[in-house]
Nanobody
Framework: QVQLVESGGGLVQAGDSLTLSCAAS????????MGWFRQAPGKEREFVAG???????FYADSVKGRSTISRDNAKNTVYLRMNSLKPEDTAVYYC????????????????WGQGTQVTVSS
């Protein structure tokens, strides 16, 4: 069992930056592939970014170029830095442990956090 706790969300203005954190329990965090998803009101949960245990990174087109995913295995934490935030980035952001398969499919993630709200005002 893995527990994930997200933090760092809040209310920001368009153009601002924000860093989300996801702290994981468990001794084998360094071996996990980790992903960030988001879900806006009335929309499906969508993939945002992912990072492998070997530090390879992947991004959705909607955030590519203005977001950075990183991890600190000593702290069992994965981060998502988002720059130039837009109102359409408003959503609940979730981190998850990938169990295999494509990065974009929710079903390929075994454990999820409770999420952290990000609201971007225009």
């Amino acid at each position: 069992q893995v527990q994930l706790v997200e933090s760092g969300g809040g209310l920001v203005q368009a153009g601002d930056s924000l860093t989300l954190s996801c702290a994981a329990s468990g001794r084998t965090f360094s071996g996990y592939d980790m992903g960030w998803f988001r879900q806006a009101p009335g929309k499906e949960r969508e993939f945002v970014a992912g990072i492998t245990w070997g530090f390879s990174t992947f991004y959705a087109d909607s955030v590519k170029g203005r977001s950075t995913i990183s991890r600190d295995n000593a702290k069992n934490t994965v981060y998502l830095r988002m720059n130039s935030l837009k109102p359409e980035d408003t959503a609940v952001y979730y981190c998850a442990v990938r169990s295999g398969g494509t990065w974009y499919a929710r079903g390929n993630y075994a454990y999820w956090g409770q999420g952290t709200q990000v609201t971007v005002s225009s």
